[in-house]
């Protein structure tokens, strides 16, 4: 299978052209013949027209490959080895959708031939790849699992906005069906992955290494979340006592801060999940979720208090929140909890004006309903909510001339800390 793709008699497909699938669909276009399919015809006609509709990749990402994009299954049964990149969000009860797994599943399962490949990138909870997909590409290829078609797990690992850490510059991790089918995609892998590949013993073993990556991170957030509050009750700066602690060699540099996304603020439900259905209820893992889905309306409930401690009444108050994507330098706003402090500070009565250099306003008000504002100006409280470089050359002067007489910046980030002296001033 690796020959052939390296020759170029078969192409590589990647189902799945978003924030993840485009940058690997892209990475194997430079080195072999790729089919990139997406159900979204729309977003398939931007592609062909050298277009990235998550505004990740310039034009420049896209010449120079030798890829053909389509919504076509009859395009897409040209290939031979299959990536499966879609999105497992959660529903609103934070239980896994696998509905754009699944459904991509039944795509790939319908154009199935014997000796195709399969890999799952989607971030899953372990057990997934086996017990819910294969069964699907089986019964719609009506071929059988490892005697006709072997399967494999690669989580994929792209960090939104990260120009540094893209995907041909980090260390894979792989795992196959068997010894073959492990050996081959990692070969396969390895035509674009500079640093090489990780081989795991297991398909779960993949799955539960990728999700285990971002509930480390979710946790160790959830505790500098936690130690904000406390330390807010004893009027002492959180950032002050982490750069303190910071300065032993083994201290682990986390901050608090809003956790969104479609990976820290998700995959660790995933995990939880598949720990309920096999008798156990993971309590660390369903704290820190807890603390860190909890803090959008901590941030809004202390902007509320500090206007009214100021004298004003707070359901004539007019509040502009800076920043809605779900993190800095990008316009990704899926799973933003920027969206809870706006929820919030609105159930007080609160105007609130949302403004954001990124993030599209028509996005926004689909997805949360609301939108962006202009810029105006006698704020009662401005919340820096994003760390956006457009807003770290900003200084007091600049806030001073928003903001109304004992108007609050709330610095989520810590980013002005230090820098402001004369207005009132709060961060986590």
Known sequence: MYKEILDKKYPLAVIGLGYVGLPIALAFAKRIKVIGFDINQKRVDMM?????????LSKKDFEGSDIEFTASLDVLKKARFFIVAVPTPIDEHNLPDLTPLLGASTSVGKVLKKGDYVVYESTVYPGCTEEDCIPVLEQHSKLK???????????ERINPGDKEHTITKILKVVSGCDKESLDEISK?????????????PSIKVAEAAKIIENTQRDVNISLMNELSIIFNKMNINTFDVLEAAGTKWNFLKFFPGLVGGHCIGVDPYYLTYKAE???????????????NDSMGFYIAKNLVKKISAAGKNISKSKVLVMGATFKEDVSDIRNSKVADIV????????????????ADSEELQHEYGFGLNKLGKNYDGVIV?????????????YFKSILSPKGVLVDVK???????????????
């Open 188 to 200: 396969v892998y390895e035509i674009i992955i500079e640093p090489g590949t990780h081989r795991a």
């Open 277 to 291: 259905s096999l008798g156990y209820h993971a309590r660390v893992i369903n704290s820190g979720r807890y603390v």
């Open 385 to 397: 909510a994003v760390n956006h470089v457009e807003y770290k050359k900003l200084d007091e002067k």
């Open 48 to 56: 062909k027209k050298g277009i990235d509709p998550s505004n990740e």
């Open 145 to 155: 699992f490892k005697k006709d078609f072997k399967v494999g797990y690669s989580p």
């Open 343 to 358: 929820k919030e500070l609105k159930s007080f009565g609160v105007k609130v004006d949302i403004v954001d250099p990124h």
């Open 414 to 428: 810590g980013m002005y800390r230090g820098k402001m002296g004369q207005i009132l001033y709060w961060s986590l």
